[in-house]
Each structure stands twice: as structure tokens, then as C-alpha cells.
């Protein structure tokens, strides 16, 4: 029974935790734009439900982003405090944002199990088109990131940005979501969604 609510119970505590780091963030204006992309996903997942249900292991990979993005929302992510992993390793930015990108690419998973329980392909062709799809959404992250940051042209725009004054910050931000990709990529032939219940 529980493996079969599992969605209905993640879905349930993320609008609690979404509803509840609505209120007050740091930044209004930084919040609407860093939660558009929640909404979006979180939504498309409710609906697609009745449709097509993935395995319990790819709606916990996905909602691990959709926690994660929505404190960086309250937040703002170069403000989350995270500042006990940077003295623990000795870095000297905060790299909440970098563990966020990293989690982008565990969407390569769902998507690979997807393509392979519908049979449009096989599971390496699938493989591949996880990873190639997280990696043309980081892509395209980061252009919408520059476009807003030079559109609103203020504070708002350097944090949502976040590049914390790294240079490479889009490209780092691009090979974690690429890394993260990879990772869950590996696990989808360690655990094989097509040849399992979706509800495991």
C-alpha cells in the first residue's frame, strides 16, 4: 500500500514544503523566477500520472531537485546556508547551487525510463538520450539565467545568476548537471525501471 501512495505522499509533503518556503523568502522577485521552473515540472508530473507512472526510485529522483530548488528559491542560492559543507571542504563559495545542478541531471533517468517502457528505443539509445537531453537543458538554463540577469539589470538578476563572481560559473553549472546525468544513467543499468514494477 505504501509503495503504491508513494507519489500521492511525496506530491502531498512537497506542497506543504513548497507552500510553506513560499512565505517570506529572501527575495520576492529572485523566488518567482527560481520557482517557475518547480511549478512547471511539479505540475507536469501530477498530470502525466494518470497517463504514465515511473518507478517510486524516479519520482524520489526528481523530487530530490524539486526540494532542493525550492530552498534555493527562499533562499536565494548563493545565500542558502550552507556554509558548514564549504568550511568542512574548504571551499570558498557556496556550492548549494552546484549539489542543485548536480540533481538537474538525475531527470536523465526518468527519461530514460520512459523512453525504454514505452519502447520508442532501447536502453542504450535511452541512456544516451538522457544524457544529451539533461545536458541541452543545462544549456539552455544558463542562456535564460544571462538573459535575465542583463534584462532586470540589478540585484535581482546577479542572484538569481548566482554566479558568485566565478567566471566559469555556467560552465561549471553545466558539467555538474552533466555529472549528475551520467551518475543516474549508471544506476538505470544498475536498476533496470523496464524489467521491475513501476511502483518499486
Request: proline fraction near 4%; charged fraction near 15%; glycine fraction near 8%.
Amino acid at each position: 500500500m505504501l509503495s503504491r501512495y508513494y507519489p500521492h505522499t511525496l506530491a502531498a509533503v512537497f506542497t506543504v514544503f513548497f507552500i510553506l518556503l513560499g512565505i517570506a523568502p529572501v527575495s520576492r522577485e529572485v523566488w518567482i523566477a527560481e520557482v517557475i521552473p518547480v511549478a512547471i515540472v511539479f505540475i507536469l508530473l501530477v498530470l502525466s500520472y494518470p497517463k504514465f507512472r515511473f518507478s517510486n526510485l524516479s519520482y524520489t529522483l526528481m523530487a530530490f531537485w524539486l526540494f532542493w530548488h525550492t530552498v534555493g528559491g527562499h533562499y536565494t542560492f548563493a545565500n542558502v546556508p550552507f556554509g558548514w559543507v564549504s568550511d568542512l571542504f574548504g571551499f570558498e563559495r557556496n556550492h548549494f547551487d552546484r549539489v542543485g545542478h548536480y540533481s538537474v541531471g538525475f531527470y536523465a533517468y526518468p527519461l530514460a525510463e520512459w523512453v525504454v517502457r514505452k519502447r520508442w528505443c532501447g536502453p542504450v539509445l535511452a541512456s544516451f538520450l538522457g544524457v544529451f537531453f539533461i545536458m541541452s537543458v543545462a544549456a539552455g538554463y544558463e542562456i535564460i539565467e544571462w538573459w535575465y540577469a542583463v534584462a532586470d539589470g540589478g540585484d535581482a538578476g546577479i542572484e538569481f545568476l548566482g554566479s558568485q563572481g566565478d567566471i566559469w560559473d555556467a560552465q561549471k553549472d553545466m558539467l555538474a548537471d552533466t555529472l549528475g546525468a551520467l551518475t543516474t544513467v549508471g544506476l538505470f543499468w544498475l536498476v533496470r525501471p523496464d524489467r521491475r514494477s513501476p511502483q518499486r
